[in-house]
């Protein structure tokens, strides 16, 4: 509803454009007065005369009445005109006014309610788009799961659940790979704070996984930090020797210079006995002249659980047939050592005192 504006006639009242002069009324008032007057000072002359008293009365009454009558009129039609347009101007307007204050209150209120109506799709949108990322989360990292018991989801079973989930956003893939980074990292930290080859093999299967192409240098990259610490830091205390009378207590040997190969062969198979104990069995075997010592030292460095007792396997183990190889490139030394024969006897033997 439009806001009409306050009632300015562009004109006045037909009626009002001639009204009576205030000289003009003034002047025929002054006549009827001064005429009265002068019709009876005219008229003492003609007081002998009465035919004229009739006509001259009446013209009079009729003067009055005339007069009366335009005044009376003129009175109705201002107070009229005023009444008319105070009415139109000002009130009207109140009512206007009310009405666009309650169209207002109403527009208002649709829009609280479009406003409420929008925050919970979003809250709902927003949970739903958290559920799509957990899930899609489980999945990716299914595929690189150190852990051998758990089942690894499938593509179809991935495709199952996308079917049913909503798009993942730009943003909330980033937020996808940074968790899948950071995963990466933790497995490297770990295997580095605890020694755990567990940790180590989860880097190697997703550095082969096709489906974690796009994290191929982050986990590259990890692994490279578990294998600079290794070469460069050790955690046994260096000052560390075998209990030999508590392992071998029906034996003679008092020393681990009195050990023989197959003791030592013993204490580097034995996953219950603590790892330094099997760190130090491998460093002792680099004197070995036992044929079976070098596959034992290859069998330690694939199978240990603790990084730092495959560590010392390998090095043992290249001291033995003098070539060097990247540490934990367990793919290249048995290449090698299959062409080799898998026999090649020690060229360097180095004494386990030095």
Request: charged fraction near 25%; hydrophobic fraction near 40%; charge should be neutral.
């Amino acid at each position: 509803m439009a806001d009409h504006p306050r009632s300015t006639p562009s004109r006045k009242p037909l009626l009002q454009d001639a009204p009576p002069a205030p000289e003009t009324v003034a002047t025929q008032s002054r006549v009827l007065v001064t005429g009265s007057r002068a019709t009876k000072q005219e008229a003492a002359p003609v007081v002998k005369s009465a035919s004229w008293k009739p006509v001259v009365a009446g013209l009079v009454v009729q003067a009055v009445v005339l007069g009366a009558a335009l005044a009376w009129g003129a009175n109705y039609l201002r107070q009229h005109t005023t009444a008319s347009g105070t009415s139109g101007g000002t009130g009207s307007s109140p009512s206007l006014e009310n009405a666009l204050e309650r169209t207002n209150a109403q527009i208002s209120a649709l829009q609280r309610q479009l406003d409420a109506q929008d925050a919970e799709r979003s809250k709902t949108q927003g949970r739903l788009q958290e559920m799509a990322d957990r899930m899609a989360l489980v999945i990716q990292q299914s595929s690189y799961s150190p852990s051998a018991e758990k089942p690894r989801a499938t593509s179809d079973d991935a495709s199952q659940v996308a079917a049913m989930l909503p798009s993942v956003t730009p943003a909330t893939g980033e937020l996808i790979l940074i968790k899948e980074r950071n995963r990466l990292t933790s497995y490297a930290d770990k295997a580095i704070a605890t020694g755990s080859r567990q940790s180590l093999q989860a880097l190697v299967e997703a550095m082969m996984d096709p489906e974690m192409q796009h994290l191929i240098h982050a986990a590259q990259a990890e692994f490279k930090r578990v294998q600079a610490y290794y070469d460069m830091g050790i955690g046994i205390d260096p000052g560390y020797t075998l209990p030999v009378r508590e392992l071998f207590k029906d034996s003679t040997a008092a020393r681990e210079a009195d050990l023989t190969p197959a003791q030592l062969h013993g204490v580097l198979q034995d996953p219950k006995l603590p790892w330094e104990a099997r760190l130090r069995a491998a460093f002792l075997l680099r004197s070995s002249t036992d044929p079976e010592t070098n596959n034992l030292l290859l069998k330690s460095l694939k199978e240990d659980s603790i990084l730092d007792v495959a560590k010392q396997a390998q090095i043992t183990f290249e001291n033995r047939v003098g070539r060097k190889f990247r540490l934990f490139d367990i793919p290249a030394i048995e290449a090698w050592w299959q062409a080799q024969g898998g026999e090649k006897p020690a060229v360097k033997m180095l004494d386990p005192e030095k």
